[in-house]
């Protein structure tokens, strides 16, 4: 089955810096992959969605790229604030026969300090 | 306000006594999932439901049932619940298989 890694340590980094979260995966390339952001005791709660045929999104201060030849996703946090702070998970889907079939990674702490 | 609502958010109980964990939608949503997360582990689905009458397994559906009698709800069903189905869990839906979910706030069970 399909394996997805993300940094298990926590990524501490200086308000105003860029936050950049690696996604890696394995076996099959996923039709859309989605970047969710998870506040301790809440539910995640949707930041991005990239298709496979799409190389970059973009929203506001966030980024999001999709290389299936590395089979890695990036996400970065540009000017970086405290209230960036979460837990950052990405999400995998198939395409065709697997729709509604989602995959999790366990998720990247973020610590930004003032 | 759009929302994913679970019930109940807390439960302490013991083993082999059933339970039932709903969750309700008011976004008219095709698509609904359940997860459980575990440290370490990340969310793991456990069951989806493409539409109403229709579901499927997930990553981890041993030890638990759903049904999707009607679109807005999507109930979980622990008949023998074990002190390994201690957890996380989250609902969300979504227009379709495919899109953003939207998240419940969560239950915890314990299970002792």
């Known amino acids: 089955s399909q394996k997805i890694e993300q940094n298990s340590e926590a990524l501490n980094i200086q308000e105003g810096k860029t936050a950049t979260l690696t996604c890696n995966y394995t076996?099959?390339?996923?039709?859309?992959l989605q970047w969710y952001r998870q506040d301790p005791g809440r539910g995640p709660v949707f930041l991005l969605l990239?298709?496979?045929?799409?190389k970059e999104k973009r929203k506001e201060r966030l980024k999001v790229t999709f290389d299936t030849t590395l089979k890695q996703s990036l996400f970065h946090i540009t000017a970086s604030q405290p209230a960036d702070s979460a837990t950052y998970l990405c999400?995998?889907?198939?395409?065709?026969?697997?729709?509604?079939?989602?995959?999790f990674g366990a998720g990247t702490q973020v610590v930004v300090t003032p | 306000e759009a929302q994913v609502t679970q019930n109940p958010r807390y439960l302490i109980t013991v083993t082999g006594k059933k339970l039932t964990v709903t969750c309700s939608q008011n976004?008219?949503?095709?698509?609904m999932s359940w997860y459980r997360q575990d440290p370490g582990l990340g969310l793991r689905q456990i069951y989806y439901?493409?539409?109403?009458?229709?579901?499927d397994k997930g990553d981890v559906p041993e030890g638990y049932k759903v049904s999707r009698k009607e679109k807005r709800n999507f109930p979980l069903i622990l008949e023998s619940p074990s002190p390994n189905q201690t957890s996380l869990y989250f609902c969300?839906?979504?227009?379709?298989?495919?899109?953003?979910?939207?998240f419940g706030d969560g239950t915890r069970l314990s299970i002792l």
């Open positions: 439901s493409m539409n109403v009458e229709v579901t």
């Open positions: 999400a995998l889907v198939r395409a065709t026969d697997s729709w509604g079939k989602f995959q």
């Open positions: 969300a839906s979504s227009p379709n298989g495919n899109q953003p979910q939207h």
């Open positions: 076996n099959y390339s996923p039709a859309y």
């Open positions: 990239i298709r496979e045929n799409e």
């Open positions: 976004m008219n949503h095709e698509y």
